[in-house]
Every structure is written in structure tokens, then in C-alpha cells.
């Protein structure tokens, strides 16, 4: 399965100068209370199909970007199979790598 299909309909080719307006205009909002609730917060959890990773960012990112929000990311992968990941291999390395510039922790546990 390839990441990115160029010609998957629900991918729009916009003009950069106008994306920024374009996301704002289609992002979906969350309806403002009836009255300013001081310390309200809204928080989404649970398990998102990998496949659907990339709603995240339009569903929830972009709603709440003027309210001051935080991600927490955990990440699983088992690699039991036939594609296993050695130390020294480069997805390996690109996880670890990745993991050290964003300043996350990157935990290994064996016999899962």
C-alpha cells in the first residue's frame, strides 16, 4: 500500500498560497459555547486504524490550533513477522532517529 496516491480522490491539489485560507474555511469547528467557560477543555483519545492516521490533522489539529493544543503520541509496533526490524536496520534507524529529534521516548520490549 503506497503512503501518499496522487490520484486517490480524496487528496485536492490546491495552490500553497491558498492553503492556509483553505484550511481555515473548510476545517471543521467545534460550535463555541454559550458562555466563555474558563479551564474547559476538550480532550479525544483511543485507537485510530493507521489507514485513518491522516484525519487526525482536519478533524482535530486544526480545530483546536487557537485553543493551545497538546498532543500525546504512543506508537506500537510488533515486529514478530517476516518483516522483523534489527538494530541496525534503517527503518530501525529512522524511527530511532525521528523519535530523538522530537524529543519523544522510544521504549523496546522483548518477547511480544
Not at 11 to 37: C, F, G, H, M, N
Not at 44 to 62: M, W
Not at 84 to 110: C, D, M, P, R, V
Amino acid at each position: 500500500m503506497p503512503l501518499f496516491e496522487i490520484t486517490e480522490p480524496s487528496y485536492w491539489l490546491i495552490d500553497k498560497a491558498q492553503a492556509a485560507e483553505y484550511a481555515v474555511a473548510t476545517s471543521p469547528r467545534l460550535p463555541p459555547p454559550s458562555q466563555p467557560r474558563p479551564g474547559w477543555a476538550v480532550t479525544v483519545s483511543g485507537q485510530v486504524p493507521v489507514e485513518n492516521c491522516t484525519q487526525l490533522f482536519a478533524s482535530f489539529i486544526c480545530p483546536l490550533i487557537d485553543n493551545r493544543v497538546e498532543l500525546t503520541v504512543s506508537i506500537t509496533g510488533c515486529f514478530a513477522t517476516a518483516k522483523s526490524l534489527a538494530g541496525n536496520s534503517t527503518e530501525y534507524k529512522t524511527i530511532k532517529g525521528s523519535a530523538q529529534q522530537l524529543g519523544l521516548t522510544l521504549e523496546e520490549e522483548k518477547g511480544r
